[in-house]
Every structure is written in structure tokens, then in C-alpha cells.
């Protein structure tokens, strides 16, 4: 099985897997987690564990994760 790391959408460099964190979703009030992703420039994307087909949203939270 092979697995391509997503670029990212403001550099360009592929990234790397940053773990996972639980937040609570505002829509329905439920812990759920998202993974992460870093690109080397410092860039923090994330999107929903249980979404995986929605695009990775950049991750507000980025200086917390450094
Ligand atoms: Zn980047």
C-alpha cells in the first residue's frame, strides 16, 4: 500500500503526520479528534478523524503544537 503525505497548500513541501488531538466540533458539541499535519516551514494543518474527505483546514492552534 502506498501513501503520498499531502502537500501543503501554502508551500508546497509534502508533510508530515503531526499525531492527533481531540477537540470538541462546535456543530455538534462532540470530542472527536483530527490529525494534524506539519510541512517544514512551520505550517499546521488539520482536519476531522471522521471526515476524511474534506480538505485540511489550516490549524489555528499551530503555535500550541510546535
Ligand atoms: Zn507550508
Known sequence: MTYEAPACSECGHPMNSGGLVSVTREDNGQR??????RCPQGHVWWRW??????????????????
Not at 472527536?32 to 499535519?37: F, H, K, V
Not at 474527505?53 to 499551530?62: A, R, V
Open 49 to 66: 478523524m471522521d471526515r476524511p474527505t474534506e480538505p485540511l483546514q489550516m490549524c489555528p492552534f499551530s503555535n500550541l503544537f510546535r
Open 32 to 37: 472527536i479528534c483530527r490529525t494534524l499535519w
